[in-house]
């Protein structure tokens, strides 16, 4: 495969898992899968490092913050850590180190599965607490890290220190938070993780407080400061401050011992009352830590071993078809329930027919089931030797489940669909697309919800949502629901209103249009009536925006019926105008890209990124027609001349400064 092609790829694909994870706190893709992507790219990128390029994933931790809290610079940037997969990687990791270092120690901790945390402490008080967000600026949750109970407000000494941890919710209480969820009709949260990840991103510390949300110190960024030497020290220092710190580490004075300790915890995992998805491995002795250094994103000193993805034996015991959104007919597994990855696993998917006949999984088979982190559990293969002569062979159905239509599969493709529009699991799963989190996020108008009304007949197009005021009553009656619940359902209702346009165009349901690329659409056509009168020309252009997308899309606003919904909903003052989430972002700088070149006097490149990215621009290393300015240190390179020739713009560095502070005025 063209390498190029394979890179660009990879960051798509990552990028795009980053962008779910970070701003929707919504994993996409298996978090073994994204740790298999990133080592690639990062192989790839080493060995033809022509195509690497400064906005690669590899080159930043992490996604661009929120912009709902205030943002925090770090002094020290937070940096995440390198993965490996197995024994011979940790052994290598070892061998590195001992290029560099006599006799390594190695202090082992838990890999805690939560997210990561900076909390700033001044006479002893604690006054900060910061995400990470990109590693140089994160979100002031401040408010939020207050409510953390094993984040103690006050240590044992008064001192000045910044320390870092893992936020993270107990089993427990997740399981507890999502059985109060089903009941109140709310969307199910994915795992601990997301959980605690959601829960710190509240606005009202009041419902972060009510998550009962965890806290482990790890990490000391600045220990000499203290007069501390080693990593365990360290932990040692914060522990005695008062701060919780995880007392399942160990000192290994050697890598065997390294691989015992990991070993151990594979085994044992499943008795914390946490989730840990790995263990980390940090050089013990802070001067060799510095003498080893940081790459851009990760220490050269630490690595985390993650664990293969938890795999459990289950029985299947029937299967079922589901219709989708798009009239795909996916096969599901009905198991007998398991425990898996922190909760109850009681159906997996089976993706298609081909799968299933090609991996002969049979009805009351023993199957392994896998789930990797957040994803939907599947199947992954069943065990043949355990077969008694009961099983029953797989047949794919040829009418649609649910309205009998024949079934019909193109030319290879694997897939089968329900080609009937009009089919009632289609306009189901649609509605359900349309309230989801990532699209219009209607609180409390979840899957099992929007069943309810579909099939009272309150709620059968999207546009019926918001006319629940007219079946109140009899809504109020229904069994599970109540007044409370209602009325919280239409204030719900009535906020999504107010939506930004790109949360309208994924929750519309376009083909291939996903949060990132309404986004794009969003911020490129302002407002859903451009976007309805562009050609296939315009979308194709648009970078992001292949072929198929772009067809996807003319498609979709040629039918009638789609447009008549717009109609709809702005009829019912459903807003369909982009609102810039960045209140920093300024026309001078908005969706144009910028490239530097020669070198800045008063401020380095990467802050001076940061600050075009902040305002809403890209920066790009090469120059080319599509650049909008180039900004001009002294001694500038090739690209000046480039620039000249091509008659881009051209801010000399005072220009730019110039303009930050018109921006910031
Ligand atoms: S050390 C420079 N220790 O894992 C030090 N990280 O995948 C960097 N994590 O960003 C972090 N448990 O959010 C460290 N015992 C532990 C950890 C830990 C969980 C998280 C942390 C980090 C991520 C890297």
Redo the contacts with the bound molecule.
Sequence with gaps: MDIKKRIDQLKEIINKANLEYYMLDNSIIEDQEYDRYMQELNELEEKYPEYKTEDSPTQNVGAKILDKFEKVTHQIPM???GNIFNENEVINFDKKIRKEIENPKYVC????DG??VSATYKNGILIQGAT?GDGTVGENITNNVMTIKSLPHTLNQKIDIEVRG?IYMRKDVFEKLNEQRKKEGKSLLQNPRNAASGSVHQLDYNITKKRHLDCFI??LPNPLDYDIYTHHEALEFMEKLGLEVNKNRIVANNIEEVIDYINYWSEFRNTLPYEIDGI?IKLDDINSQNKLGYTART?KW?I?YKFPAEIVKTRLIDIIFSVGRTGKITPNAVLEPVKLAGSTIARATLHNEDNVIFKDIRINDKVLIRKAGDVIPEVICSDKEARDGSEKKFVMIKKCPICKTDLIRKEKEADYFCPNINCDARKVETIIHYAERGAMNIEGLGENVIEDLYNQGFIRRIDDIYHIEKYEKELILLEGYGPKLVSNLKKAIEQSKNNSLEKLIYGLGIRQVGAKTAKILAKKFKNIDNLINSDYETLNNINDIGPIIAKNIIDYFQNEDNINLIEELKKLNINTKYISQNETEKEEFANKKFVLTGALDTITREEAKKLIENYGGNVSDSISSKTNVLIVGSNPGSKYEKAIKLNIPIWSEEEFLEKIKEEEK
């Design positions: 940096l995440s850590l901790e838990l890999k805690i997210l990561s990470r893992e790890y990490h980390v220490p630490a985390a």
